[in-house]
């Protein structure tokens, strides 16, 4: 059975619910309504795109990794599709093969800045942690999505064990958060805790409260 034909303005305006929904802290209802976009408009990347990341904000990461695959199908010749992927594989373990979709980015965008947080996680999940800063420092210094890029820097610094440093970088990530990060961010200090067992106890404890919701701060 065929899918009918749907006006694409229907599953762009289903998409913008979803990203109300997902600010509104809504985000099973986000969720469904970009499944729901995503269905009616299955060769629309962008759409696609948001659905792999509502699914790793909500840790379907198996699931997100096959979303984020659709969308580097269908924009070959896009870096930034590739850097999530495999910032995700590297998260899911799979280093070899979120090191094959870095190489895929930088063949088509050397210079594209994504890059920079690709690396920054790979590096971690390879425990090369100074490797891991660097890439970090690049992707603050590129300008773009600053509370990702100093969130990788305060990931390189706590593993390396300067806590205060890494609060600074945490901290001026806090400030570009919109309340619908928050979530996000303490999932990616649960995975680094899991890749670095021996994290400072209490720095990471302080580091989770840096992005703590209003309601759960009370």
């Not at 229907?10 to 979803?18: H, K, N, P, S, V």
């Amino acid at each position: 059975m065929t899918q009918p034909s749907i006006d694409p303005t229907i599953a762009l305006e289903t998409a913008d619910r979803g990203r109300a929904l997902l600010a509104a802290g809504r985000d099973a209802e986000a969720l469904a309504a970009f499944e729901r976009a995503a269905w009616l408009a299955p060769h629309e990347p962008r759409i696609q795109w948001a659905l792999a990341n509502m699914l790793w904000r909500l840790d379907r990461k198996e699931e997100a990794a096959a979303a984020y695959e659709r969308v580097v199908d269908m924009l070959p010749s896009e870096a930034a599709p590739r850097c999530n992927l495999a910032e995700l594989l590297a998260v899911l373990g799979r280093i070899t093969d979120a090191r094959v979709q870095i190489a895929g980015a930088r063949a088509v965008a050397p210079d594209d800045p994504h890059l920079h947080f690709a690396e920054a996680t790979v590096r971690l999940a390879q425990h090369r942690r100074a490797a891991a800063e660097e890439s970090a420092r690049q992707a603050v210094a590129s300008g773009i999505l600053p509370k990702f890029a100093y969130l990788s820097l305060g990931d390189a610094l706590l593993a390396q064990g300067r806590s205060a440093e890494a609060l600074t970088a945490y901290r001026t990530a806090r400030t570009h958060c919109a309340a619908e990060d928050l979530a996000v961010m303490r999932q990616d200090l649960a995975w680094l805790a899991t890749v670095y067992p021996e994290l400072p106890v209490q720095t990471h404890r302080q580091a989770l409260a840096v992005f703590a919701s209003a309601t759960s701060r009370g």
